[in-house]
Nanobody
Framework: QVQLVESGGGSVQSGGSLRLSCAAS????????VGWFREAPGKKREGVAS???????SYAESVKGRFTISQDNAKNTLTLQMNTLTPEDTAMYYC????????????????????WGQGTQVTVSS
């Protein structure tokens, strides 16, 4: 059974940083397409970043240059380093992983991701 567990969320002031982590059981991040999504109150879930098994990454325009997605293969964890946070980054952040190979590995392709974590809240105050 696949389980994804996020951690690292919290409250921070505008301009601050947070580092989100996602730990997996029953799943190997490095062998698959994985990513981060977020959902703010009253808004649709949106892709933030993704990373494919070959290391190819994609980022939403709103986070490019501020967020970095990476994997720690030894620990089998997925990380999202978030810098220069703004109130617009406030949302519940979800770790996601592909269920079946062959899909488009991209932060815009929600349908690619069949496994989801429970989410971790990020709140940025001005």
């Amino acid at each position: 059974q696949v389980q994804l567990v996020e951690s690292g969320g919290g409250s921070v002031q505008s301009g601050g940083s947070l580092r989100l982590s996602c730990a997996a059981s029953g799943y190997t991040f490095s062998s698959n397409c994985v990513g981060w999504f977020r959902e703010a109150p009253g808004k649709k879930r949106e892709g933030v970043a993704s990373i494919d098994r070959d290391g190819t990454t994609s980022y939403a325009e709103s986070v490019k240059g501020r967020f970095t997605i990476s994997q720690d293969n030894a620990k089998n964890t997925l990380t999202l380093q978030m810098n220069t946070l703004t109130p617009e980054d406030t949302a519940m952040y979800y770790c996601a992983a592909e269920m079946y190979r062959g899909g488009w590995c991209h932060h815009r392709s929600v349908i690619t991701f069949g496994y989801w974590g429970q989410g971790t809240q990020v709140t940025v105050s001005s």
